[in-house]
């Protein structure tokens, strides 16, 4: 039985820092563990032109500790007045790395996205000659579509297509939540990937709601049905070059969260990896979990794998604290509800 594994060091492909006191607060426990991650744009105002990315990227490189080897990969907020000469430059230069579609509505501060995507249509192109990757907030918006069908709806009415009459465009699926979405990006070919929550490998509607509603296992996608949740940790453990770990860790203060109309998020950015290796190790799949953590998101991002390895043994139970306290207020971690056996050696 193995009680010892050693990886590269990870990336995470999806993150939240927000801004202000909370970023003091959460960069350093991405820091910790990841050697990279996309960064998400949706500040209020969001990250839209490259200046902006620029300076919330010094931003982030201020709030972390001293000697810290992280690298914030920035995007840009996609809307329907993005200027493509402006995001062109910004890629060129290594400013950017992707950028982000949000339906405009979807989900935290998105009512900046796009509404009508033959506006965008023009910048897609541009993205495709340039090799500047696309990602995606995979939800309909439309109130007559119910939240937990908006993902696959997407794929049909939205997703293919975009991918079908923009030739060459590279895509991520964001944090996908069924079975339709693994389905599709397994299907998709080379320029089509989709990111993976911590989240989502655990938790099934059930959790936020049976028993009375769970505010911190809210977030958005909503997690779905059980066969879902297996879909998904069956496409993360299977190697398959086109799944990898986007945290999507999305802090919000307690009081944001339980209130009627709570804030929608996961906080897992301390303890994802020991979940991971908790999941991968049930499903008899450890030897799987360098490819989702440490290779398939670069490769898909045309990047280099770390050099550096981070090692976790597994043991008692790990404890980890209930909550990170900031300057905004507390930000409870996500709980998946079971011991986690896998530590980070130090």
Known sequence: MTQRLTIRRPDDWHLHLRDGAMLAAVAPESARHFARAIIMPNLVPPVVTGAQAAAYRDRILSALPDGADFTPLMTLYLTEETDADDLAAAHASGLITAVKLYPAGATTNSASGVTDFDKVRPV????????????????????????????????????????SKTPGLRVVMEHI????????????????????????????????????????????????????????????????????????????????????????????????????????DREGALDQLEAFASLNGPAFYRLPANEARLTLTKGDPVQYPPQLETDDGPVTLFDPGYALHWAIQD
């Not at 340039?130 to 794929?155: K, N, Q, S, Y």
């Not at 303890?271 to 991968?280: H, K, M, R, Y």
Request: proline share 7%; glycine share 8%; hydrophobic share 40%.
């Open 124 to 163: 897609l192109e541009r993205m495709a000659e340039i090799g500047c990757p696309l990602c995606v907030h995979g939800e309909v918006t439309d109130p007559a579509v119910d939240i937990f069908d908006r993902e696959a709806v997407f794929i049909d009415r939205v997703l293919d297509p975009i991918r």
């Open 177 to 280: 939540t069924t079975k339709q979405g693994a389905d599709y990006a397994r299907s998709g070919g080379p320029d089509l990937g989709a990111t993976i929550t911590t989240h989502h490998l655990v938790i099934n509607r059930n959790h936020i709601l049976v028993g009375g509603i769970k505010p911190h296992y809210y977030c958005l996608p909503v997690a779905k049905r059980e066969e879902h949740r297996k879909a998904l940790v069956a496409a993360a453990t299977s190697g398959d070059a086109s799944f990898f770990l986007g945290t999507d860790s999305a802090p919000h203060t307690d009081p944001a969260k339980l209130q009627p109309c709570g804030c929608a998020g996961c906080f897992t950015a301390p303890n994802t990896l020991s979940i991971l290796a908790e999941v991968f």
